[in-house]
């Protein structure tokens, strides 16, 4: 949980999974993970990353139109709510921060996982699966349902994140800041 500290003084400390804590100022707009003074990379989100970070825009598209929001603040499916999925799932390997007020970060929340972010992408790709699979169970088209079912025999999560990080360009050099 983000502790707040004096104002001026270098901004919230967030309480990482690992026990350590990291100045959410040192967190940059570009930063997608970084070497903590554990030894380990942890994977860091903002809520002003799109979810095609993660995704393919046709399935962002297709998770805006069939996700219903709750929330007027984030009306429409985005990173927000993927963090949300993985927070659900993992509540002691990712912490969050509100940081809207402090107009130095530069974001709204923050996201820090106890993953590198290689790992990150791979466990929120297989939490859309997940979803996907759960709202497909529902279908009344049986299908529909063995079609998607035979496809996900084919899927390869590691392989799929491998190929989207490839074609995203993602090097070591847009991972640390």
Do not use: N
Request: aromatic residues 6%; contains cysteine; negative net charge.
């Amino acid at each position: 949980m983000a502790q707040p500290r004096v104002p001026g003084g270098g901004g919230e400390e967030l309480d990482l999974p690992c026990g350590e804590t990291k100045s959410v100022r040192s967190l940059d707009l570009g930063m997608r993970e970084f070497e903590c003074s554990c030894g380990e990379r942890h994977a860091v989100v903002m809520d002003v990353h799109p979810p095609e970070r993660f995704l393919p825009e046709f399935l962002v598209e297709i998770l805006r139109e069939a996700v219903e929001t709750t929330s007027d603040e984030m009306p429409e499916f985005g990173t927000p709510h993927l963090m949300g999925i993985a927070l659900e799932e993992f509540p002691k390997k990712v912490v969050s921060a509100d940081v809207s007020d402090d107009g130095e970060v530069g974001t709204g929340i923050i996201w820090v996982a106890d993953f590198d972010s290689r790992r990150l992408h791979e466990i929120l790709v297989e939490l859309v699966v997940e979803l996907m699979e759960h709202a497909i169970s529902h279908a009344d088209d049986e299908s529909a349902i063995s079609e998607f079912e035979a496809q996900m025999l084919d899927f390869d999560v590691a392989e799929f994140v491998e190929e989207y990080r490839a074609q995203r360009d993602i090097s070591e050099d847009d991972l640390y800041a």
